[in-house]
T-cell receptor, first 110, second 116 residues
Framework: GEDVEQSLFLSVREGDSSVINCTYT??????LYWYKQEPGAGLQLLTY?????DMKQDQRLTVLLNKKDKHLSLRIADTQTGDSAIYFC??????????FGAGTRLFVKA | KAGVTQTPRYLIKTRGQQVTLSCSPI?????VSWYQQTPGQGLQFLFE???????NKGNFPGRFSGRQFSNSRSEMNVSTLELGDSALYLC???????????????FGPGTRLTVL
């Protein structure tokens, strides 16, 4: 069935780049998303990529998609303490349903 | 424009009781999706509604049900509560479908349900 996997934790130093990885199983995934969740809040859409794209850049965020390996990554340049949050990878495969990963908790050390 | 609102924000119930959670989407949004978030499982899709019709349902028992009203507001109900139902329940709204690039899902803050 459909599955999205992410590592659970990532720790980086302030000013370094963070790379959060995600793998998915459904090759018919059309849209792939990254969401951010801060404590006590819902999910905020950060960026998305369509399946026919390899890369998308949006300010400090870079999304890379390797469709052959079904691998998606989110790179955050110049990571700040305010970037500490849980990051969710999500894929839409049709049928009005989006599948989410378990989330990667990013810790940023000052 | 007001965001997605969910009420109540916190609930404490006991096993065997039932609960109803409410979600008001962003004005003009017609699609509402519900998710269950737990530390071990991440976000699990419950169901999606559009124009009062359920278009998809996740792998949850029949104790979990929902509905959508003509004003797009949605409710979900959980009957015969179990300890494992303790979770954060998130609602998300979008203009039409729940996944295209132009129909971003906007999430509410969630309702935290604790079952004792």
């Amino acid at each position: 069935g459909e599955d999205v996997e992410q590592s659970l934790f990532l720790s980086v130093r302030e000013g370094d780049s963070s790379v959060i990885n995600c793998t998915y199983t459904d090759s018919s995934s059309t849209y792939l998303y990254w969401y951010k969740q801060e404590p006590g809040a819902g999910l905020q859409l950060l960026t998305y990529i369509f399946s026919n794209m390899d890369m998308k850049q949006d300010q400090r965020l870079t999304v890379l998609l390797n469709k052959k390996d079904k691998h998606l990554s989110l790179r955050i340049a110049d990571t700040q303490t305010g970037d500490s949050a849980i990051y969710f990878c999500a894929v839409y495969t049709g049928g009005f349903k989006t599948i989410f990963g378990a989330g990667t908790r990013l810790f940023v050390k000052a | 424009k007001a965001g997605v609102t969910q009420t109540p924000r916190y609930l404490i119930k006991t096993r065997g009781q039932q609960v109803t959670l409410s979600c008001s989407p962003i004005s003009g949004h017609r699609s509402v999706s519900w998710y269950q978030q737990t530390p071990g499982q991440g976000l699990q899709f419950l169901f999606e509604y559009f124009s009062e019709t359920q278009r998809n349902k996740g792998n949850f028992p029949g104790r979990f049900s929902g509905r959508q009203f003509s004003n797009s507001r949605s409710e979900m109900n959980v009957s015969t509560l179990e300890l494992g139902d303790s979770a954060l329940y998130l609602c998300a709204s979008s203009l039409t479908t729940s996944g295209s690039s132009t129909d971003t899902q906007y999430f509410g803050p969630g309702t935290r349900l604790t079952v004792l």
